[in-house]
């Protein structure tokens, strides 16, 4: 079992920068198996960024030029950093890693961005 803990939300305004860190009990952070996923009230749960293949990454529009996903050498912890914050980004955030056949979430923390 993999526990994955997310950590740096919190209350900004727009035009404000955050950045999310989610902390794995083990290095299951390398290849692709690396993503950012939000949800905001009353929507589904989305995307934000990944990594394909090697250290390439990439995002969804709504957030391109303006978050940037990157993890540590250990593959243990991966970051989620957020310029330019709008309040259409306010949502709950998860990390997910895969090991394996087996997918992992963290319990998610909030971002509210303040107009």
């Known amino acids: 079992q993999v526990q994955l803990v997310e950590s740096g939300g919190g209350v900004v305004q727009a035009g404000g920068s955050l950045r999310l860190s989610c902390a794995a009990s083990?290095?299951?952070?390398?290849?692709?198996?690396a993503h950012w996923y939000r949800q905001a009230p009353g929507k589904t749960r989305e995307w934000v960024a990944g990594f394909t293949t090697g250290e390439n990454t990439d995002y969804a529009d709504s957030v391109k030029g303006r978050f940037t996903i990157s993890r540590d050498s250990s593959k243990s912890t991966v970051y989620l950093q957020m310029i330019s914050l709008k309040p259409e980004d306010t949502a709950v955030y998860y990390c997910?890693?895969?090991?394996?056949?087996?997918?992992?979430w963290g319990q998610g923390t909030q971002v509210t961005v303040s107009s």
């Open positions: 997910r890693g895969t090991q394996g056949k087996f997918d992992y």
């Open positions: 083990k290095s299951i952070f390398s290849g692709n198996f």
